[in-house]
């Protein structure tokens, strides 16, 4: 880790002005992979879902993440400091699952990395599962409050779950760069990130990387770690009303793109698109291969 990473704002690029062309869409560098369901897996879909099943469902989803989680943070906050409760209670709720995690290639950098983690989004669980698995705090828009409030209540205390209002970036780039610099210089070395924006209803393959937050990395010199994964949709999956335990879930560790190895912007979008892409079509088959096992 040089000195310049260990202290993330190292500079302000001169970048253009805020805009269509700024946040504009790149296309994905390569079509992304069908990764069919597993026989484990539910296969209605939410409309096909009985209202007995909903109603079972969103209670377990009550109990796991309001109560549970709820009491958890508090116990931790007063064992362990704020800044352990976070990872604490996000390593209980996954054991609880009995998540088999799975993870490829070196994470020896990730334990010294500050900056930004991008990694896939295809549920809820995908918050609680980067929290353990990365130590990452959570940046979500704020209705993601209401599926877990008391993050967000003692996000003072944690200093690891920050929110925004969906929409409220237009206009206010630099601002919001401003932000995320501070809170990666301050409380929370690292910050998990979507980069496809919102989670795939569809479950499967990848939608096309959102340019924001790239932008965001490009002109504030904040490196990215690329760990793309597969395998949240089919523990909980909010769509279908669906929850299994004993689920694999599967993270490749692609490794750092630093911006200041790149002239341009778009050279720095394609560059994670590329490994971002690589990573998870990775992650899909050894998820397959452990199903069958």
Request: aromatic fraction near 12%.
């Amino acid at each position: 880790m040089t000195e310049e990473q260990t202290q993330v704002v190292g500079r302000q690029r001169d970048a253009p002005e805020a805009g269509a062309e700024r946040m504009g869409a790149i296309e994905p560098s390569s079509p992304m992979p069908e990764s069919p369901s597993p026989s484990t897996s539910a296969s209605a879909s939410e409309s096909e879902v009985s209202f007995v099943g909903k109603c079972v469902f969103w209670a377990l989803m009550w109990w796991t993440w309001i109560i549970k989680t709820s009491a958890l943070l508090v116990y931790y906050i007063v064992r362990y400091g704020g800044e352990q409760a976070f990872l604490r209670t996000s390593s209980s709720i996954m054991q609880g699952f009995h998540v088999n995690v799975k993870e490829i290639g070196d994470r020896t950098p990730l334990d010294t990395f500050k900056g930004v983690v991008f990694t896939t989004h295809k549920s809820w669980f995908d918050f609680t599962l980067g929290g353990a698995i990365f130590d990452a705090g959570m940046l979500s828009r704020w209705q993601v409050a209401f599926v877990v409030p008391f993050s967000a209540l003692t996000r003072n205390i944690t200093k690891r779950a920050f929110f925004f209002k969906r929409g409220s970036t237009k206009g206010r780039f630099e601002e919001f760069q401003a932000r995320i610099l501070s809170i990666l210089n301050g409380p929370c070395p690292r910050l998990l990130v979507f980069p496809e924006g919102t989670r795939n209803r569809n479950g499967d393959g990848l939608m096309r990387l959102r340019t924001g937050m790239i932008r965001i990395c490009f002109d504030a010199g904040i490196p990215v770690y690329i760990a793309p994964s597969d395998g949240a949709q089919y523990i909980v999956n909010e769509f279908k009303c669906h929850i299994e335990k004993d689920q694999p879930f599967v993270v490749v560790h692609k490794g750092i793109i630093s911006p200041s190895d790149y002239e341009t912007w778009e050279a720095f979008y394609a560059a994670i698109d590329t490994l971002f892409t690589e990573g998870y079509e990775e992650s899909v088959r050894e998820r397959l291969a452990m199903l069958k096992e």
